[in-house]
């Protein structure tokens, strides 16, 4: 028998088959949507939309939302937490972490400017700047962290609930814990909550009824959080003794910048702006001051709340638990306590409506393009919302708090935040390398689009170097490597690349190349703070999307379909449209 015939046959049957295969992937992961030219009054809808989301947000709106995603039952507790190591330098912290996010906003803000109309975030930002593959990567690390977010918040607001109705006497003590606290954990991983699933059902059918109407409720209890905040500031401003904050900074400056990288996501939550640029009316001009003006409002409350709270008492004598609350019923503020108590329902239930909100538009935006099922781009007619969708994230965010002790996942969490916004940084320059050299021929062997986005990735890796040499290093020395290697990367990225002529219509991010390098590097570098669990889950999380995409979402994408979305640039607003 001719057997080595027969394996030259295989070979060369199966073989052109896997390079087909291959190549196709490779064209499909490399694709990307083009930024067109587009017109007023239309800046990327489907090309057979029927019936879509309406605008009806307004710049009020839009600033409630980011408020109502940044802002939860944490300005209670965190503040105080990072308190007890910081001292009255946590405002300090709260000032660093929030210059820091200052800075991605500013990004955001100017991507938000030039998609203003199309769901999607940061999805949509990288499909446009970067390619198909990685803007699914994004999505997935992103939706990880929204679904056990949900999960984990619902399970707290149930726990906060149930301590209201336990300020009754007639109630106190007789929940069950199964009921709202959670019931006893099994096998590490199991522990049932019943109240939480009720939650985020009930937040899912305002989801589902309209964007107005859950625009209303968000609305409420926003501003019934802060109110609240306010007079816990105000209240505790009569109470504060100034020699309190003395020594400001006890423990050093390394607490400081600690405690920095812990608060950093106490404002996360700004990003859920963009998700509304196509319910947004005039989304141009409002999605920018949408994101700036909630995250400055959000850094002023928490400023106010560690003032008050470090002057009230000293930093040492604050509870673990609740230690706002500990600090007024020492001064014989015990109603402000309760009041507490109902922000951090208000807080917490806006948090998650948001956050559900923006898991629905997301899913919309990849049931588009296609890559994921064509029930997700569907839109009632009635309600205008993607009812598919909203359903979908609420059912998963309810078996997740129902049945799983989802607190014990939270050291996985932030990875698709800090993801997400490095990529939305690298777009900011992405975009800008494509629209100077698109159209400029050239003979070299690596295009300068290639050499900017290499050192891009150089910039990131000396991030998490210098994160992680911070972290486990003996020395500070060890520092210069990764700081010098990322100064000569910024100084290519200035010197080597041209960034004037072709500024974006609409919001423009200041400091180009400079602020989003940096805050690429310092995301990277909050990512080296992170669980080394949270790193396997980055990469596990990642494997398993590219089979997903290998499978399915290649074979499905519908870049030249009639449904195709394409991502118009939006020309400036009239000074008198409404």
């Not at 002023?300 to 709340?305: F, N, R």
């Not at 295009?447 to 891009?456: D, K, M, V, Y």
């Not at 072709?502 to 400091?511: E, I």
């Amino acid at each position: 028998m001719n057997l080595s015939g027969r394996k030259n046959n295989i070979t060369s049957s199966t073989s052109p088959s896997t390079q087909s295969w291959l190549s196709h992937f490779s064209a499909s992961a490399r694709r990307s949507k083009p930024l067109e030219p587009g017109s007023a009054g239309s800046a990327g809808t489907p090309a057979n939309s029927g019936d879509g989301l309406i605008r009806r947000l307004g710049l009020f709106e839009l600033v409630l939302i980011g408020i109502g995603a940044s802002i939860g039952a944490g300005i209670f507790v965190v503040t105080g937490t990072v308190a007890r190591e910081a001292g009255p330098a946590v405002t300090l912290c709260f000032i660093l972490a929030g210059l820091s996010c200052i800075l991605n906003a500013l990004c955001y803000a100017e991507l938000a400017s030039r998609f203003p109309a199309v769901v999607g975030g940061a999805y949509l930002y990288t499909y446009s700047a970067f390619n198909e593959l990685t803007a699914f990567l994004v999505f997935a690390q992103l939706m990880l962290d929204y679904h056990i977010g949900a999960a984990s918040i619902a399970r707290s607001l149930a726990g906060y609930v149930v301590a209201l109705l336990e300020l009754f006497p007639a109630i106190k003590g007789n929940i069950p814990s199964w009921i709202g606290h959670g019931g006893a954990n099994f096998l590490g991983v199991f522990s049932i909550n019943l109240l939480a699933p009720i939650l985020l059902c009930i937040l899912t059918l305002v989801l589902c009824w309209g964007v107005g109407e859950s625009s209303v409720v968000n609305s409420f209890m926003t501003v019934t959080k802060v109110v609240i905040v306010l007079v816990v500031i105000i209240a505790g401003s009569f109470k504060v003794e100034v020699s309190n904050w003395k020594p400001f900074v006890p423990n050093g400056f390394d607490t400081v910048l600690t405690g920095a990288t812990v608060v950093f996501f106490a404002y996360v939550g700004f990003d859920a702006v963009a998700n509304s640029a196509e319910e947004s009316r005039r989304p141009q001009r409002d999605l920018p001051l949408g994101i700036i003006g909630s995250l400055l409002i959000c850094i002023a409350l928490y400023i106010g709340v560690c003032l008050v709270i470090t002057g009230m008492v000293p930093y040492n004598l604050l509870g673990e638990d609740a230690p706002l609350a500990t600090a007024f019923t020492s001064k014989g503020l015990k109603f402000v306590s309760v009041l507490i108590s109902v922000g951090a329902v208000a807080g917490l239930t806006t948090t998650l409506l948001v956050g559900l909100y923006v898991q629905s538009r997301l899913y919309l935006g990849l049931g588009r393009d296609g890559l994921l099922p064509q029930i997700f781009a569907k839109v009632n007619s009635k309600r205008h919302t993607p009812m598919n969708s909203q359903i979908w994230v609420g059912c998963v965010a309810a078996v997740m708090a129902g049945l799983l002790n989802v607190h014990v996942l939270s050291h996985i969490l932030s990875v698709g935040t800090l993801t997400g916004y490095s990529v939305v940084s690298a777009c900011v320059l992405s975009l800008r390398f494509k629209e100077n050299f698109e159209n400029q021929a050239s003979g070299r062997w690596l295009s300068r689009w290639a050499e900017g986005i290499i050192w891009l990735v150089v910039l990131a890796c000396c991030g998490f170097t210098a994160g992680a040499v911070y972290r486990f290093a003996d020395s500070y020395f060890y520092l210069i490597i990764p700081l010098v290697i990322a100064l000569a990367g910024l100084t290519a990225l200035y010197s080597r690349q041209t960034y004037t002529g072709t500024a974006p219509q609409g919001f423009s991010c200041p400091g180009v190349p400079f602020l989003p390098a940096i805050c690429i590097f310092f995301n990277m570098f909050l990512f080296a703070q992170l669980h080394y669990e949270a790193w396997v889950r980055f990469v596990v999380v990642s494997i398993l999307t590219l089979g997903i995409y290998a499978f399915y979402g290649q074979h499905h994408a519908k870049l030249t379909s009639e449904e195709t979305i394409i991502y118009h640039r939006t020309l400036p607003e009239s000074p008198h449209a409404r």
